[in-house]
């Protein structure tokens, strides 16, 4: 089972996912991505920053060839 990292990209900085989670196929992928955007997108509304926000994520072997596994 592939293991995912979702990093937190918003205009202030970089939050890299070190611990990453194993899933089973793409939909689980997506489902995880847009929970962890739209908790990004919430801790940013507390703290009153505007910007982009975007969730990438990587695996263990997409990353070492292509890059982002979603974006």
């Given at each position: 089972?592939?293991?995912?990292f979702?990093?937190i ?6 939050t890299?996912d070190d ?16 929970e962890a955007?739209a908790q ?5 509304a507390?703290?009153c ?6 969730v ?7 990353v070492?060839?292509c890059g982002?596994?979603?974006?």
């Open positions: 089972m592939p293991r995912f979702f990093d990209h918003d205009t202030r900085e970089i890299m611990d990453g989670i194993d899933l089973t196929g793409t939909d689980a992928v997506r489902r995880l991505a847009m955007l990004a997108i919430l801790d940013g507390n703290e920053s505007t910007g982009t926000t975007k990438v994520v990587r695996d263990t072997i997409v070492s060839c982002p596994a979603l974006q």
